[in-house]
């Protein structure tokens, strides 16, 4: 299984930004989805988390300027950013949790991040 992410960027403060990430692999079901980010010098820390139903939750720190959906036919997941700040400068890693092939193994799955970057 891989994930696989796109979208980030440059941009300028105020600005949005789409990011995508896509699942691929001897998959039997993709579950819960969700959008993590790093900083430098922080922890790991969760964006957004979305479940195989459409149920949400958000970060404090972003909720009412992103949103995260799904389109579970083609196994993305995406996070739209709006109003960012320099504070959202960090890289993204989409996150999925697997139902792999057909021993329905659930397991955890890591995009290889990308990186968004807020200029004040």
């Known amino acids: 299984v891989q994930l696989q992410a796109s979208g980030g960027g440059l941009v300028q403060a105020g600005g949005s930004l789409r990011l995508s990430c896509e699942a691929s692999g001897s998959i039997f079901r993709v579950n819960d989805m969700a959008w993590y980010r790093q900083a430098p010098g922080k922890q790991r820390e969760l964006v957004a988390r979305i479940s195989s139903s459409g149920s949400t939750n958000y970060a404090d720190s972003v909720n009412g300027r992103c949103t995260i959906s799904r389109d579970n036919t083609k196994k993305m997941v995406y996070l739209q950013m709006n109003s960012l700040k320099p504070e959202d400068t960090a890289v993204y890693y989409c996150?999925?949790?697997?139902?792999?092939?057909?021993?329905?193994?659930?397991?955890?799955?890591w995009g290889q991040g990308t990186q968004v970057t807020v200029s004040s």
């Open positions: 996150y999925a949790d697997v139902s792999v092939g057909v021993t329905y193994r659930r397991d955890d799955y």
